[in-house]
C-alpha cells in the first residue's frame, strides 16, 4: 500500500473521550542520533500544536518512552558477530537487531528539546526487560506483558486514540494493531510520523495491515477546532 492510495478521514472534532498517543519522540530517533529516522525532527512542531489542542479539551496526551537497559538483547552488541540491522527473531526480540538506543538516562534517552512534554498526562517507559523489546506502547513483543496503558486509558473511559511519533513502521505500527485489539478506535495521524522501512518494504506492508486491521488514517488538517 502507497501513500497516494490512503483515504484520510476528515472533520474531525476531539472528545474527552479521545486520547492522543506520542510514541517515542526521542533523540537517538532524530538525525544524528543512535537509530534515526529520516526527518524525524520535523514532526515535533505539529505534534506539540496537536498536543496543545488535545490538552485544552481536558484530552489526555501520553507519551511513551523507550527506555532500554544497557546491554538489551535487541542490542546487536549483545550477539557477538551480529551487526545492526541483521535478522534474528526469538518470541521477545526482533525481526531484526538494532544499534545500541535509548539506553536508560542517556542523552540517546531523552524526549527531542522542542517536545512539549508539560501537555502530557502520563509517561509509558517501555522495553526496560533487557529480554524482551517492546515497540508497542500496550504490549511488550512477548505478547503477554502489558504496559498498563490499556488499563489507564480504560479507566479515563477513552474510546478512540490517535497515534503520531517515530517510528511509523514500528512502534507506531504495533501500537496500534494492539490498540485495535483491546477495542480502541484507532487512527494513525500519518503527516505526524515518520517511518524507517526496515526491511525494505515495510512501510508499504504496515500501511496495508493497518487498513485491514481496520485502523483510520488522518493528519493534522483533519481536525475541525
Known sequence: MNFKDIEYINDINISQSDALIVVDVQNDFMPGGALPVEEGDQIVDGINELAKKFHENNSPVILTQDWHPPGHKSFASAHPGKNPGDEYQTEAIGPVLWPDHCVQDTKGA???????????????????NPEIDSYSAFLENDKKTETGLTGMLKSLKIERIFICGLALDYCCYFSAIDATDFGFNVYLLLDLTKGIDLPEGNISQSLENMKMKGVKFANINSFSW
Open 110 to 128: 531523552a524526549f527531542h528539546k522542542s517536545l512539549k512534554t508539560p501537555f502530557a498526562k502520563a509517561i509509558i517507559r517501555k522495553g526496560t
